[in-house]
């Protein structure tokens, strides 16, 4: 079962763009959603991360939007760059019973051209 | 700060042997995570440990797997016997006490199992 839903697979923006990655997820009983951006040969980095009392938190050029009624949350990239070219994925943590580790969606590929 | 150290960071073995992943948290941090990475399954949570205890090992994927944390400050992730469909790359992860949502990854082991 794929908790945690995330779109596109990749997406090419151009240099200046908005990169826009989406998530959904199943279980309610998550608190806690973090992006993570991997570079190739690198281990996850954690980029910027929500709770679910909060519709919207921006961190210099990334912001995540949270709707919790729709189980839908987003990361959008605005003036992206070549160096913002990485995998993003996003996560959930909890899930009820004191579980602390992250449920990961598949990933986006993303690709800023110049 | 060094951040959380892996080793090997890569292994190649032949199918049947055992296999040793180690892993060294960030100093002060009380939880430790593995994951799992391939393109078909994405970031896996394999098991991990609270203060040194073993919390939540549901992601073990078979008896074949086993993971330890003598102390503080080290752990190990082994797999006897190993086989093909165990190659992966396999990542590390510790947190801090006072922030236990923010998870720190180390480079990962790039598992090959022949």
């Known amino acids: 079962q794929q908790q945690v839903k995330q779109s596109p697979q990749s997406l090419i923006v151009q240099k200046g763009g908005i990169s826009i990655i989406n998530c959904a997820y199943e279980n309610t009983a998550f608190d806690y959603f973090p992006w993570y951006q991997q570079f190739p040969g690198k281990g996850p980095a954690l980029l910027i991360a929500?709770?679910?009392?909060?519709s919207e938190k921006k961190e210099g050029r990334f912001t995540i939007s949270f709707n919790k009624s729709a189980k839908q949350f987003s990361l959008h990239i605005m003036d992206s760059q070549p160096g913002d070219s990485a995998t993003y994925f996003c996560?959930?943590?909890?899930?009820?019973?004191?579980?602390?580790?992250?449920?990961f969606g598949k990933g986006t590929h993303l690709i800023i051209q110049p | 700060d060094a951040g959380v150290i892996q080793s090997p960071r890569h292994e190649v073995t032949e199918m049947g042997q055992e296999v040793t992943l180690r892993c060294k948290p960030i100093?002060?941090?009380?939880?430790l995570f593995w994951y799992r990475q391939t393109m078909m399954r994405g970031l896996e949570l394999l098991i991990y440990f609270n203060n040194n205890v073993p919390i939540d090992d549901s992601g073990m994927p078979e008896d074949r797997f086993s993971a330890k944390m003598p102390n503080a400050s080290f752990s190990t992730l082994k797999i006897q016997p190993s086989e093909p469909r165990d190659s992966a790359v396999y990542f590390c992860a510790s947190t801090p006490g006072g922030r236990p949502y923010e998870q720190y990854f180390g480079p990962g082991t790039r598992l090959t199992v022949t």
């Open positions: 929500i709770r679910p009392d909060v």
């Open positions: 100093s002060g941090h009380n939880s």
């Open positions: 996560a959930a943590r909890g899930g009820g019973g004191g579980a602390d580790g992250l449920t």
